[in-house]
Every structure is written in C-alpha cells, then in structure tokens.
C-alpha cells in the first residue's frame, strides 16, 4: 500500500484554466494544492531552480513563485511531425496559497 506524502490535498483542475510558466511560456496546468502545483510542460525544468508561474482564471491571476521538485518525462506529443517530450513537473510554493476556492471554483 502506498502512502501518502503530500502536505495538503491535491485538487485537479479542468476547464479554463491557464498556466504559464515565466520561463517557457505556456504549461498544463493539472492539479494544485496549498503548497504546490504540478503542471506538464514541453521544456524540462531544473530541479532546485526557482521558477514564478502564472494561473488565470476568469478574471482572477496568481503570480507565484516556487522551487522545481521533480521534472521527468511523461509521454511525447507530436508537434510539427516532431516527436517531443512532454514533462510532469511538479512545483513546491514558496508561500503557500492561503485559499483554493478561487481556482477550485474555475473548474
């Protein structure tokens, strides 16, 4: 049986939801919680590295800034008759969100 080792509850995220992170641009967003995030990206990012990232919602923007934890290849996606890796990562807040129902509420 696994265990579990988050901090806080993970909620997923579907619909209009925007993400983009400063250094590559666009990301997908899949679920945050109060300490964190984790996303899908084109590009790996560095573990360790500081990385501000930015979710929009309706008429509502976090701009947050975080550390990398895990960046590791996911699958692929064909983009331009080119095979390319597709990233999860995952991103621990530097202070955590103090409330999800902004964004929860955008799903």
Not at 63 to 90: F, K, Q
């Amino acid at each position: 049986m696994k265990t579990e080792r988050r901090k806080s509850r993970r909620t997923r995220l579907d619909g209009e939801v925007e993400c983009g992170v400063v250094s590559i641009d666009s990301a997908e967003l899949h679920d945050i919680s109060h300490t964190g995030v984790r996303f899908k990206s084109l590009k790996r990012l560095n573990p360790n590295s500081i990385q501000k990232i930015v979710i929009s919602f309706d008429s509502t923007v976090l701009n947050v800034r975080g550390t990398i934890v895990r960046s590791m290849i996911y699958t692929t996606r064909m983009v331009e008759g080119e095979a390319l890796p597709v990233y999860e990562v995952a991103l621990t807040f530097q202070d955590p969100l103090r409330n999800l129902t902004q964004v929860t509420a955008a799903r």
